[in-house]
Nanobody
């Protein structure tokens, strides 16, 4: 069973930075698109950023230019560097691993890490 463990969340003032980390295990890391999603209270979970095994990235418009996703394929790690944080970035951030089987996409999720941004 895939295991994803996030860390790095916390309380930060608006304009500050945080770096989230996700450690993946029991996974063929190189076959997975890795991503970060977030969910604020009362809201649906939304995509923040994804990165392919080859390093191609995709970002939500709301975080472009402020957040950077990266991965370390040798150590099964994925990161999210968050700069210029805004109060609206506050949410639980989830690490995601996606691969495909004959029947479709297979998603694994971490337990989430809380990011709080004070104004």
């Amino acid at each position: 069973q895939v295991q994803l463990v996030e860390s790095g969340g916390g309380l930060v003032q608006a304009g500050g930075s945080l770096r989230l980390s996700c450690a993946a295990s029991r996974i063929i890391f190189s076959r997975n698109i890795m991503g970060w999603y977030r969910q604020a209270p009362g809201e649906q979970r939304e995509l923040v950023a994804t990165i392919t095994p080859g390093g191609t990235t995709n970002y939500a418009d709301s975080v472009k230019g402020r957040f950077t996703i990266s991965r370390d394929n040798a150590n099964n790690m994925v990161y999210l560097q968050m700069n210029s944080l805004k109060p609206e970035d506050a949410a639980v951030y989830y690490c995601n691993a996606r691969t495909w089987s004959a029947t479709g996409a297979l998603d694994a999720w971490g337990q989430g890490t809380l990011v709080t941004v004070s104004s």
